[in-house]
């Protein structure tokens, strides 16, 4: 059985430990393919992107391990690309609800921006900007995501996601990448405060509109087992949603989102029985530079 992992953090950004860690983990853990996927700097501050400054070196590190390790793993250089909708300048800050600490870009960002990668995971971290001016995370703290969701919307979770979706769906339709990031990773909230049923007829329409507008431009979905080796939730996305990706003939890749080199195939044999019982046979990975299609088993 092929075993890749194309998502994948280090201390670059929010991950722990190094590039050549994270390759050896990848070695230890079997793989024939590993993809280097730090956050995409941002044009403001966060806490878990990578310095634009670092970039230069992130592609000088990643190409010479490309070259060390040939032979033994195949090596991809890609980023967690954040999508970015262009945006109108931000609000005056409201007296007393805090300060703008860094200003938004009104540019906004996406895959293009990175045309020097092998490939890129195409997220959606941001919906709009929050209470204070600033962009509002959706995979942070749940605490401040919920005190974001009770202002900007009154706790209306159905609008929040209507945005969300709708960000990722101008992603794909307007700067699609190779694969499209954790898909429904805003559920994770569900956990904090039960906000939506996925079974909600609103929900299940809006899931389906976003994978016929992956489907069109042929994007691969991946099922990211984050969410359930760190909190015990299901995959990214959820079985149902899988279900009907293979029924639209959505291709899959299976990655770990792993921020430590031990992480990089935690919870794959969930993912791989998920994606057979889902009716998968086969997932797109990058092999020998190209995409296509390898047996799940
Ligand atoms: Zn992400
Ligand atoms: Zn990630």
């Not at 109108?88 to 906004?108: D, H, K, N, V």
Request: proline share 7%.
């Amino acid at each position: 059985m092929i075993i890749t992992n194309y998502h994948s953090h280090s201390h670059y950004c929010d991950g722990k430990g190094s590039l050549e860690q994270q390759v050896q983990g990848a070695i230890a853990q079997g793989l024939r393919a590993f993809g280097f996927s730090s956050h995409c700097p941002v044009p403001f501050e966060n806490q878990w992107s990578m310095k634009a400054e670092r970039l230069d070196d992130y592609l000088r590190e990643t190409a010479a391990l490309k070259e060390k390790y040939k032979g033994q793993i195949e090596l991809y250089i890609g980023l967690e690309v954040d999508f970015l909708p262009e945006t109108p300048p931000p609000a005056p800050p409201q007296l007393g609800r805090g300060e703008i600490t860094a200003p938004f870009s009104s540019a906004g960002i996406g895959p293009k921006d990175f045309p020097m990668l092998d490939y890129c995971v195409g997220s959606v971290h941001y919906v709009e900007l929050n209470q204070f001016g600033q962009p509002w995370e959706i995979d942070g703290s749940s605490v401040e995501f919920l005190a974001c969701l009770d202002t900007l919307y009154d706790g209306n979770i159905q609008v929040a996601l209507e945005k969300y979706y709708g960000i990722i769906r101008q992603m794909v339709e307007t700067d699609a990448p190779p694969v499209v990031g954790h898909l429904d990773k805003i559920k994770m909230h569900n956990e904090a405060r039960p906000l939506f049923d996925e079974s909600e007829e609103w929900y299940v329409a809006l899931v389906e509109e976003t994978l016929q507008a992956i489907k069109k431009v042929g994007c691969i979905v991946e099922i990211n087992t984050r969410g359930n080796y760190k909190r015990g939730l299901e995959l990214y996305p959820s079985p149902w949603i899988i279900a009907r990706m293979n029924q639209l003939q959505i291709p899959i890749c299976i990655n770990s989102d792993s921020h430590r080199p031990e992480e990089i195939t935690a919870s794959f044999p969930l993912a791989f029985e998920a994606a057979r019982a889902a009716g998968y046979t086969h997932q797109r990975v990058l092999l020998e530079g190209k995409w296509q299609d390898v047996e799940l088993n």
